[in-house]
């Protein structure tokens, strides 16, 4: 029965995806392009200077050189993960051939976890817009727990370096620029993956919970219950 119940719910959100195909490509794509560009604008607000060097990096080719020099195969997808494709930032030439301060770093790998995001956030989107008749307080903790849920995945996404950091493209980074100090920063950066993960799943859960057939007998009456408790909040 619960197998059942998550493939009805799985086929509601794909049907939801297929109706609205266009726009949910444009949002997807919209947020992955517009989350780069926010820490991009993140970073020339706090440095106060504007990029001055771009780097392009053959990855494919630097992909296929790790494949064929790494000993075991294991050890090839965490390699691969750190390989840069762009490289956006502010060299200082006050030092001899110059040192980058800061730079924003564009990884295929982090590029793709992104974009997981950016699919999920569409399709909660889209759900909620097709669940106008729920109650005010339904909508509004499925809101919550879609914005929880990607502020997760987009904090642990951030791949900014900066030459206090030791020139790390990490997550950290941005919080030590918050004024975090850098220490601190290094001591709470292996909960970052937890992060990720209980943000995704929070994404996928509120999913699922907007994601409910029509006539469902308890989502009904839950929602009226919800209905009627915040008529009674309005008017006591």
């Not at 604008?41 to 200077?49: P, S, T």
């Not at 064929?68 to 006050?94: H, K, Q």
């Not at 990884?107 to 950016?118: G, S």
Request: with cysteine; aromatic share 12%; hydrophobic share 50%.
């Amino acid at each position: 029965m619960m197998a059942l119940a998550l493939g009805s719910r799985l086929a509601v959100a794909a049907g939801t995806i297929r109706s609205r195909l266009g726009l949910w490509l444009a949002l997807t794509a919209g947020f992955t392009v517009g989350y780069y560009l926010l820490l991009m604008a993140a970073l020339i607000v706090r440095f106060g200077a504007l990029p001055n060097y771009a780097t392009a990096y053959n990855w494919p080719k630097n992909v296929w050189t790790i494949f064929r020099s790494t000993p075991s195969f294991s050890d090839v997808p965490p390699i691969v993960a750190e390989e840069y494709l762009l490289e956006f930032g502010y060299m200082n030439y006050d030092y001899g051939h110059g040192i980058s301060e800061w730079a924003l770093n564009i990884l295929p790998y982090k590029v793709m976890l992104v974009a997981v995001l950016a699919g999920l956030l569409a399709v909660n989107i889209l759900l909620l817009r097709a669940k106008s008749a729920c109650s005010t307080a339904t909508r509004f903790k499925a809101g919550t727990a879609t914005g929880v849920g990607a502020g997760f995945v987009a904090l642990t996404s951030a791949t900014m370096s900066w030459v206090v950091c030791c020139a790390t493209p990490s997550w950290i980074v941005g919080l030590s620029m918050l004024g975090l100090g850098v220490s601190a920063s290094f001591w709470i950066e292996p909960i970052g993956p937890y992060l990720t993960m209980g943000g995704y799943g929070l994404l996928a859960a509120t999913a699922l919970a907007l994601a409910t057939p029509p006539g469902t007998p308890a989502t009904s009456a839950r929602d009226q219950q919800d209905k009627i408790s915040s008529a009674k909040g309005v008017h006591a």
